[in-house]
């Protein structure tokens, strides 16, 4: 049974910096890619970043470039998203999923069919 469990989410001025980690269990790191996207009141889920298990490689969304850092322990089988310049416009429930995306499209949310339960991040102006 895999399961991922989010912490470390909270509550920021604009221009802090915060860490979310996704805990990972009952799967070999190595089978699935590791997302983290991103859903505000009213407005779809949004891929924020994912690595690829293997090679390690790192993919994120236009609008976190260069702020956020996925990166992962492989040895914990947990996964890290560090947030830094946050905007207010990254506030939102932020979820880790894994899975295996197609083509390596993996800012679309139906190709990962593990998810977890999501920690709040608020970023205020």
């Known amino acids: 049974q895999v399961q991922l469990v989010e912490s470390g989410g909270g509550s920021v001025q604009a221009g802090g910096s915060l860490r979310v980690s996704c805990a990972a269990s009952g799967y070999t790191y190595a089978n699935y890619w590791m997302g983290w996207f991103r859903q505000a009141p009213g407005k779809e889920r949004e891929g924020v970043a994912a690595i690829s298990p293997l090679s390690g490689r790192t993919y994120y969304g236009d609008s976190v470039k260069g702020r956020f850092t996925i990166s992962q322990d492989n040895a914990k089988n947990t996964r890290y998203l560090q947030m830094n310049s946050l905007k207010p416009e990254d506030t939102a429930l932020y979820y880790c999923?894994?899975?295996?995306?197609?083509?390596?499209?993996?800012?679309?949310?139906?190709?990962?069919?593990?998810w977890g339960q999501g920690t709040q991040v608020t970023v205020s102006s």
């Open positions: 999923a894994a899975g295996t995306p197609l083509g390596g499209n993996w800012w679309i949310p139906e190709n990962f069919a593990y």
